[in-house]
């Protein structure tokens, strides 16, 4: 009993401090970045120093009270890594489905729609938000000048941490990752990491701001299901053993 009190004592303090100059309408720029653990096998081992550690994509989040809108900024595209001279350059990128996808929240209506991608074919996802059973904690940090607090979820071997601020008192953030009291700013789950890396007061072309429509509408059993079989006919499994990039 405490601990809630300390929490609850902590956001009304925190939104008692942000009263003035809220932003309830603007953009979030974000980093995800997923490390990559890829183990090769003895007969590919020479090539383990052209797999890259880790890899990072760039997406934005437009919001207002109403809505919230996740896609790739494809405006902002990382550079590639520097080759020594006079070698040959390629280039290895991990294609994900969230590479291509984008999230559509309805926070009047408590309703979520994805668009994620296999292999370039766009499937629809829908469902209602059922708040993601997080637990508050008392625990800061700021982020871009924003104080934010730390919420988790999930067991502990695969603990989901958020980190939010009610400075910013929209229940949106990342990909799916929301439905708590103010934005959240960052997003660490097993090997990836989801940082803001800027928040933009004005809002730009608005018209984006809504539900997905491409692709078959699929519940996320059948995304699964379909996912795995389109693996397996693109023969990426080898030995009993699969390289699995886990969605964020």
Same mark, same amino acid.
């Given at each position: 009993?405490?601990?809630?009190?300390? @929490?609850?004592?902590?956001?009304?303090?925190?939104?008692?401090?942000?009263?003035?100059?809220?932003? @309830? @309408?603007?953009?979030?720029?974000?980093?995800?970045?997923?490390?990559?653990?890829?183990?090769?096998?003895?007969?590919?081992?020479?090539?383990?120093?052209?797999?890259?550690?880790?890899?990072?994509?760039?997406?934005?989040?437009?919001?207002?009270?109403?809505?919230?809108?996740?896609?790739?900024?494809?405006?902002?595209?990382?550079?590639?890594?520097?080759?020594?001279?006079?070698?040959?350059?390629?280039?290895?990128?991990?294609?994900?489905?969230?590479?291509?996808?984008?999230?559509?929240?309805?926070?009047?209506?408590?309703?979520? =729609?994805?668009? &994620?991608?296999?292999? #370039?074919?766009?499937?629809?996802?829908?469902?209602?938000?059922? #708040?993601?059973?997080?637990?508050?904690?008392?625990?800061?940090?700021?982020?871009?000048?924003?104080?934010?607090?730390?919420?988790? &979820?999930?067991?502990?071997?695969?603990? =989901?941490?958020?980190?939010? =601020?009610?400075?910013?008192?929209?229940?949106? #953030?990342?990909?799916?990752?929301?439905?708590?009291?103010?934005?959240?700013?960052?997003?660490?789950?097993?090997?990836?990491?989801? =940082?803001?890396?800027?928040?933009?007061?004005?809002?730009?072309?608005?018209?984006?701001?809504?539900?997905?429509?491409? #692709?078959?509408?699929?519940?996320?059993?059948?995304?699964? &299901?379909?996912?795995?079989?389109?693996?397996?006919?693109?023969?990426?499994?080898?030995?009993?053993?699969?390289?699995?990039?886990?969605?964020?």
């Amino acid at each position: 009993m405490k601990m809630i009190n300390l @929490t609850l004592g902590l956001l009304l303090s925190l939104f008692a401090t942000s009263l003035t100059a809220q932003a @309830t @309408t603007g953009m979030v720029l974000y980093e995800e970045t997923i490390e990559l653990n890829i183990e090769l096998d003895e007969e590919n081992s020479q090539f383990a120093d052209l797999l890259p550690s880790s890899q990072s994509n760039n997406f934005i989040l437009r919001f207002t009270p109403e809505h919230a809108h996740y896609t790739v900024d494809e405006q902002v595209a990382p550079p590639p890594p520097p080759q020594p001279e006079g070698e040959a350059t390629f280039q290895i990128k991990i294609m994900r489905s969230s590479d291509n996808s984008a999230v559509y929240t309805d926070l009047q209506k408590n309703t979520m =729609t994805e668009q &994620r991608n296999i292999f #370039g074919r766009p499937f629809r996802i829908e469902h209602e938000l059922d #708040g993601g059973e997080w637990k508050l904690t008392n625990e800061q940090r700021d982020i871009l000048g924003y104080t934010c607090m730390k919420a988790v &979820r999930g067991p502990d071997t695969l603990q =989901t941490v958020a980190w939010f =601020t009610p400075q910013i008192p929209v229940s949106a #953030g990342p990909a799916t990752y929301g439905q708590l009291p103010g934005m959240v700013l960052e997003v660490q789950r097993d090997n990836i990491t989801i =940082t803001a890396k800027e928040v933009l007061a004005e809002l730009t072309e608005p018209e984006l701001m809504v539900p997905p429509t491409k #692709g078959k509408k699929v519940s996320e059993e059948e995304f699964d &299901r379909i996912q795995e079989e389109k693996l397996k006919e693109m023969n990426l499994q080898n030995g009993g053993r699969r390289i699995e990039i886990r969605r964020g």
